[in-house]
């Protein structure tokens, strides 16, 4: 970083010029104890110990997932926070993007009920004091997340019943989009989940993905088209 925004709109040169190296509160914290895992320390740590709680399973040995469930979580509560609803469009398609990842890869672990409560209260109690405003509008940020994760999880529970029919068989990139569109099924909890089944997926599947996906986005513009006309 060299500069700084002047008073007139302009920049002008820093007195030090320094680096953002992307180190953050929690990865100092982490370094400054010896600990190479921002997640067994400081405001994560007793998220990652709800989870080992909930599921059952050790930390050391899934890591990956339990990390998604605490950071994503963490996320998509002060988006909800915020005033953020989950939705298709803007904010609220990031949010409910965070959201379903979170309860897919929960599945991975074995947590098929639901879990967002206990895991949403944490986060609300550490929080509070930095953040005062998380503590008033509590209710509303665990009603918000847990309407989310109510309907997501019957959808995606079809979704992985479609995907067991192609056990012995190969999946597509048509396939794949159709667990998207039609289930909500992120589509690398689709592959990963089509691995752990034993199910091939066709090479090249991201060009046939990309198809149906454009090919869906003009079915949708079309019929906004047609909407507005009609509307008229």
């Known amino acids: 970083m060299q500069y700084r925004r002047s008073d007139d709109g302009g920049f002008e040169p820093l007195e030090r010029c320094n680096v953002d190296f992307g180190g953050g509160l929690e990865r100092i914290a982490a370094a400054s104890k010896g600990v190479p895992d921002i997640y067994t320390v400081g405001v994560l740590s007793p998220l990652i110990q709800i989870l080992e709680e909930l599921s059952g399973r050790r930390y050391s040995d899934e890591p990956e997932p339990m990390r998604i469930l605490a950071d994503h979580l963490r996320g998509a509560f002060f988006l909800a926070a915020d005033g953020v609803r989950p939705s298709n469009k803007e904010q609220g398609y990031v949010m409910r993007r965070l959201l379903r990842r979170t309860i897919a890869t929960a599945r991975t672990i074995g947590m098929h009920d639901e879990f967002f409560a206990p895991v949403i209260a944490e986060i609300g109690f550490i929080y509070r004091d930095a953040y005062p405003e998380v503590e008033a509008r509590g209710p509303e940020i665990l009603a918000t997340l847990l309407r989310e994760e109510q309907t997501f999880r019957r959808t995606l529970d079809g979704g992985f019943r ?32 089509a691995h752990k089944l034993g199910i091939a997926v066709v090479a090249g599947w991201e060009a046939a993905f990309d198809v149906s996906l454009r090919r869906q986005q003009a079915r949708s513009r079309n019929s906004s088209k047609l909407g507005a006309r009609s509307g008229a």
Do not use: Y
Not at 171 to 177: A, H, K, N, S, V
Not at 179 to 192: H, M, Q, V
């Open 162 to 193: 479609a995907l067991q029919r192609f056990q012995g068989a190969t999946i597509t990139g048509q396939d794949i989009f159709m667990l998207s569109d039609t289930f909500g099924f992120p589509r690398e909890i689709a592959l990963e989940e």
